[in-house]
């Protein structure tokens, strides 16, 4: 009886694409998925921020106080975008690929 002998070595992935968001939407639908997406985003940063200040409320936060801050902006600019792009009755495209790759 032959058994087979598999490899035991495995190729890991080092970068990976994620197809997140791809199609033609309405401005309002549109807005609705980006402004989603944002506070999804903001959300993540205020509860590691949270996360940090737990026990130790001298926590430097620094960083994801910034990165609520540029999302804030990030929303109110894509707002105005939306606000424009509806006054012209078109439809969006958008095309939003996640790259991740691991670090070494």
């Known amino acids: 009886m032959k058994s ?7 190729t890991i992935r080092t970068k990976q694409k994620i197809q997140l968001i791809d199609g033609q939407f309405t401005v309002s639908e ?3 998925v980006i402004q989603s997406l944002i506070n999804e985003k903001i959300n993540f940063h205020k509860l590691q921020r ?10 430097n936060t620094k960083f994801p ?3 609520i801050t ?3 902006n990030d929303k109110l600019a894509a ?7 509806k ?3 078109v439809t969006i495209k958008i ?5 991740i790759s691991i670090n070494e």
Request: hydrophobic fraction near 35%.
């Open 4 to 10: 087979a002998v598999k490899n035991p070595v495995q």
């Open 95 to 99: 095309n939003g690929v996640l790259e």
């Open 65 to 67: 106080d910034s990165r």
């Open 70 to 72: 540029e999302l804030e």
């Open 50 to 59: 949270l996360t940090m200040c737990e026990g130790f409320s001298g926590a």
């Open 87 to 89: 006054s012209k009755g």
């Open 79 to 85: 707002k105005q975008f939306f606000k424009q792009a």
């Open 30 to 32: 549109a807005n609705d």
